[in-house]
């Protein structure tokens, strides 16, 4: 509680977001991860969560606890009912649907005057709640206590037989009909877990934002982190869905307050590309083990493309303020890491000094000609790394 | 003894393309059977429309007394009727113990009557291992077996559900002669434990060996159903396997 003993009240507000993005990643996680079945429609089930709380607060208040279990029951049913229409198809056909159940609800949504409609309702919330304090210390706290029901509820499923079913038909659908395992019903489990969680995350969402409209509510950005933070952080296992949100949620929070927020969408657009091809089982994956890195710079061609999309960002975020410049550094290290494995494949182990050096040379004041040595510095490594090729392929093809 | 598996008048087509053509076939409670029958001929479709993984539009399937018609796949699984696939289909992100714990929650527990413990599970899962001679290999990753290896798991798996009735998908095409003896006296010994069994094989010897009756399949048509000797010297099927 260090914020409260500062006084400031933002950081309640970030990590609220981040708290929200643990809750939708893992509520996407089990029906994605575990079982398989890929949803676009996160931001419908989260939109309904928070337009049952505005509805309610208009028709009959209540607190908020109580709105969040009633966000929890409507979207669980909304679930049942989606994946009982849509859980005959497959792969990206079940993909589809899901996208056009989030724009069959944004339109029925932005056509209901009695919510707001196109328009957007305001929620009018205290200032302050007994016994905590702030408004948003309290909304806080909720969210911190419903992304720890959603986590222990992925984490118990992952451990019981339904994961174990989850998992079965995940690999292999027809096979796992074959051992004895009722798959539509599973998966309607899984759709129905999974909306209710993330209903559950919505509910709270008006209050905290005070003014709800449903581009907010049915924003691209609950669809896209809530599929992204998984796959960054690894879909096996409930750890991943909350490595994902931390890293990329906080990275966000960072982000938009220290520069312009179209910096920030390239950011978390580029960090999703080096996160699927550095890391395509996520970083659990890659921390197991299951993938080294030899593999990812294999091909001096993917070695490249990738080392020049990393240095882009570093040059925009030294155009931007100072507080940018720690962002920096999860590029750098990409760039280092890259240098590293590719140096280490082809036998020239000094290319990992390359950026390393760049880095350095782009912290340290000094005269302005500086940042042309470290760009020098980059594209050395660049070219070595793109043009040099491994000794024992060299000495095969001289043979 | 009575009837264990009933198919009368099983039609399914595909399009215009008609895979079976008003099958009938009943196998005894007990009894080994052998069914053949050139690539094509609709050996996998018929064990499809057994099992429930594909409807049949004609015909009807009993089971054990009761007809399966309207029943899904984990459903007649769970009434005793297992089967393993032609090309082996483990479950890759699960160790090779847990693909064979997925049959022993999901079937054997699924079903009226005492529930396993984990305990029980545990142990049932190294009986089925050293079984079919996967004993030490529970906890390896089904991608680090060998493809015998990977047929030993799927028949593993099918018989988790302890099974009245197994269906064994060509178990032991691509095995070296050794392996196939193995395996058909591993399926011998399964037999003699009471389970019945359908073994469909291009491995000639290993068919021979191992039927009681045999029944051929031809262009989606049953021609011939009798003692393996009898059928093998058989006209038709001699000119359906060897051309005229």
């Known amino acids: 509680m260090a914020a409260r003993l500062v006084g400031n009240d933002y950081i309640f507000f970030a990590g609220y977001v981040v708290l929200q993005y643990i809750v939708l990643a893992t509520a996407w996680n089990i029906l994605g991860g575990y079982t398989g079945y890929v ?3 996160s931001a419908a089930f989260f939109a309904l969560g928070a337009y049952a709380s505005v509805f309610l607060n208009k028709a009959y208040p209540l607190p908020i606890p109580v709105l969040i279990v009633v966000g929890a029951v409507i979207s669980g049913i909304v679930g049942l009912g989606m994946g009982y229409l849509t859980l005959r198809l497959r792969g990206a056909f079940f993909a589809i649907a899901t996208l056009a159940l989030a724009v069959v609800l944004q339109t029925f949504i932005t056509n209901w005057s009695y919510v707001g409609g196109a328009r957007g309702a305001y929620v009018i919330r205290p200032n302050e709640i007994e016994p905590i304090g702030p408004y948003i210390q309290y909304l806080f706290l909720l969210m911190l206590a419903l992304a720890v029901i959603a986590l222990t509820v992925a984490r118990s499923i992952e451990r019981s037989r339904l994961g174990l079913g989850f998992a079965a038909i995940r690999d292999d659908e027809l096979a796992a009909e074959a051992s004895g395992v009722p798959t539509l019903k599973l998966k309607l489990i899984a759709t ?6 993330m209903g559950m995350a919505g509910a709270p969402f008006p209050y905290y934002i005070g003014y709800l409209q449903p581009t907010s509510a049915f924003a691209l950005d609950y669809a896209v982190n809530s ?6 952080g690894g879909t096996t296992s409930w750890i991943g869905p909350l490595i994902g949100a931390i890293l990329l949620g906080t990275l966000q929070q960072v982000a938009t307050v220290t520069i312009s927020s179209s910096v920030n969408l390239l950011i978390v657009g580029l960090l999703i590309v080096d996160c699927v091809i550095i890391a395509p089982t996520g970083i659990l994956g890659l921390l197991q083990g299951r993938r080294t890195a030899r593999d990812v710079v294999a091909d001096p061609a993917v070695f490249a493309l990738l080392f020049a999309v990393n240095v882009i960002p ?3 975020l030294h155009q931007e303020a100072l507080a940018a410049r720690p962002l920096e550094i999860i590029f750098w290290a990409v760039l280092v890491f890259l240098a590293f494995a590719r140096g280490r494949l082809i036998g020239l182990s000094w290319l990992v000094g390359l950026p390393i050096f760049g880095a350095l040379l782009s912290v340290v004041p000094g005269p302005s000609w500086l940042w042309l040595v470290s760009a020098l510095a980059l594209a050395i490594c660049l070219v070595a790394g793109l043009v040099l090729r491994p000794r024992d392929a060299v000495a095969r093809s001289t043979t | 003894m009575t009837a264990l598996l009933e198919v009368d008048n099983v039609s399914k087509r595909f399009g215009g393309f008609v895979a079976l053509d008003g099958i009938n076939l009943s196998v005894k409670a007990g009894e080994r059977l052998g069914l053949i029958g050139p690539n094509g001929s609709g050996k996998s479709t018929l064990v499809n429309c057994i099992c429930g993984t594909l409807t049949n539009e004609m015909g009807t399937v009993h089971f054990d007394g009761t007809p399966m018609n309207g029943l899904t796949a984990h459903q007649r699984t769970r009434r005793g009727l297992a089967r393993s696939f032609q090309l082996p289909r483990p479950f890759p992100s699960l160790s090779v113990a847990d693909n064979l714990r997925v049959p022993l929650l999901y079937t054997v527990n699924a079903r009226s009557g005492p529930h396993l413990s984990a305990a029980d599970i545990e142990a049932r899962t190294a009986e089925l291992l050293s079984l079919v001679g996967l004993a030490n290999r529970g906890g390896q990753q089904p991608r680090d077996l060998t493809q015998v290896d990977m047929r030993k798991l799927e028949l593993a798996r099918a018989l988790a559900a302890e099974p009245k009735l197994l ?9 070296s002669n050794n392996e196939v003896a193995d395996i058909v006296a591993l399926l011998i010994r399964l037999n003699e434990r009471g389970i019945t069994i359908i073994m469909i094989e291009h491995i000639m010897r290993a068919v021979m060996s ?13 021609i011939a159903d009798g003692a393996p000797d009898t059928v093998i010297r058989d006209p038709e099927v001699e000119r359906a396997y060897l051309g005229q």
Not at chain 1, 192 to 197: C, F, K, N, Q
Request: charged share 10%; net charge positive.
């Open chain 2, 210 to 222: 191992f039927s009681q009756r045999l029944v051929v399949l031809v262009s989606g048509k049953k």
């Open chain 1, 192 to 197: 129905t877990i999974s909306g209710a969680l």
């Open chain 1, 227 to 232: 599929i992204a933070m998984p796959m960054i």
């Open chain 1, 314 to 316: 570093i040059y925009f």
């Open chain 2, 167 to 175: 269906i064994a998908d060509e178990s032991m095409a691509g095995l």
């Open chain 1, 39 to 41: 949803n676009f429609g």
